[in-house]
């Protein structure tokens, strides 16, 4: 049975291990096994979910960043957690949560898990991404460790919505999404239907295509975000498989850290099905032909910060893909 993979991110303060104390408080969370991670000698965090969560088996890394440090740690850490003998009477792990330091970029802790150890568990993985309602829109636009948490989500749940002034909550979701738009966000009043939704199993492949379309009706994103920039592009008929993992290359080598997330659709000249092809970072996932989706449209989305599709157009002015938006 495949095991859901969390990765619950988020700037620091931002709410992380409230909502996992609160999931793991719910009758629910059976079969969840918990990784805490802290940037610092004293497991603070960790101690708080242990002592609000009954018979979860939870391991605390405390001993550095996830991200940089500790990947071999965490390779370890999360086969020996999938392989640790259950409880009589228990089922097997249905997912495993690790919340990530503050200042943890995903892309980084998303790489060690092509490990091989990792690799043929066939781990389902979700990033979860906290965005503190009680900070400005745009109190973060100076730290790149949040765009890279905000760029790297499939889901945004917004925390301490209470704060907010009445009626607010629709127009912080919507800020949210234009962050993020390949995200789902997750604007709940509701604290329990908040809680589960952000940790429920993992969902099906976006509509890229309807986004991008959406994307070109409204001109493109604009000024949504002082420093992220979404933009759509396609990839010309007839492109190569090597021809459009080229310009994936060229496009990571000119964005480096700047590049937050690639989601495309595509059909090359040497595969029957289209291509779904991801990234989180510079981090690409094995590109996946989509046998059950054979009419997929194409579609490419490129969420990066401190660039735009005039830059990247620029860079390879002669590519079979085009910049849209």
């Known amino acids: 049975m495949a095991v859901d993979l969390f990765l619950l991110c988020g700037f620091l303060g931002s709410g992380k291990t409230t909502l996992l104390v609160d999931y793991l408080r719910d009758p629910a969370s059976r079969d969840t096994g918990v990784i805490?991670?802290?940037?610092?000698?004293?497991?603070?965090?960790?101690?708080?979910?242990?002592?609000?969560s009954d018979n979860v088996p939870m391991?605390?890394?405390?001993?550095?960043?996830?991200?940089?440090?500790?990947?071999?740690?965490?390779?370890?850490?999360?086969?020996?957690?999938?392989?640790?003998?259950?409880?009589?009477?228990?089922?097997?792990?249905?997912?495993?949560?690790?919340?990530?330091?503050?200042?943890?970029?995903?892309g980084p802790i998303i790489a060690s898990l092509a490990d091989p150890e990792l690799a043929g568990?066939?781990?389902?993985?979700?990033?979860?991404?906290?965005d503190d309602c009680a900070r400005a829109p745009d109190a973060l636009a100076g730290m790149d460790e949040a765009m890279a948490q905000f760029g790297a989500a499939h889901r945004i749940v917004l925390t301490k919505t209470d704060l907010l002034p009445a009626g607010a909550l629709q127009a912080r979701a919507a800020r949210a999404a234009g962050l993020n738009p390949l995200a789902a966000v997750?604007?709940?009043?509701?604290?329990?239907?908040?809680?589960?939704?952000?940790?429920?199993?993992?969902?099906?492949?976006?509509?890229?295509?309807?986004?991008?379309a959406r994307m070109l009706t409204a001109g493109g994103q604009g000024?949504?975000?002082?420093?992220?920039?979404?933009?759509?592009?396609?990839?010309?008929?007839g492109i190569s498989w090597t021809d459009f993992s080229e310009w994936l290359d060229n496009l990571a080598g000119l964005c480096g850290e700047r590049l937050l997330r690639v989601k495309a659709v595509v059909r090359?000249?040497?595969?029957?099905?289209?291509?779904?092809?991801?990234s989180v970072g510079t981090t690409f996932s094995a590109p996946?032909?989509?046998?059950?989706?054979?009419?997929?449209?194409?579609?490419?989305?490129?969420?990066?910060?401190?660039?735009?599709?005039?830059?990247i157009r620029a860079s390879a002015p002669h590519a079979p893909v085009d910049m849209l938006a």
């Open 36 to 52: 805490v991670n802290e940037a610092g000698e004293v497991g603070v965090d960790g101690a708080i979910v242990a002592n609000d």
């Open 59 to 106: 391991t605390l890394m405390a001993n550095g960043c996830v991200c940089c440090s500790l990947r071999s740690d965490l390779v370890y850490t999360l086969s020996a957690l999938l392989d640790a003998p259950r409880p009589e009477g228990a089922g097997p792990l249905q997912r495993v949560i690790l919340e990530c330091s503050g200042l943890s970029r995903p």
């Open 121 to 130: 568990r066939g781990l389902r993985l979700t990033v979860v991404c906290t």
């Open 186 to 212: 997750i604007a709940d009043p509701d604290r329990q239907r908040a809680v589960q939704s952000a940790f429920a199993p993992s969902q099906g492949v976006a509509d890229l295509a309807g986004l991008a």
């Open 223 to 237: 000024a949504a975000h002082p420093r992220i920039r979404v933009m759509a592009a396609r990839a010309r008929a």
């Open 268 to 278: 090359v000249s040497d595969c029957a099905e289209p291509i779904l092809i991801q």
């Open 288 to 311: 996946q032909r989509l046998t059950r989706q054979p009419d997929a449209p194409d579609a490419i989305i490129v969420i990066a910060r401190d660039t735009d599709a005039d830059e």
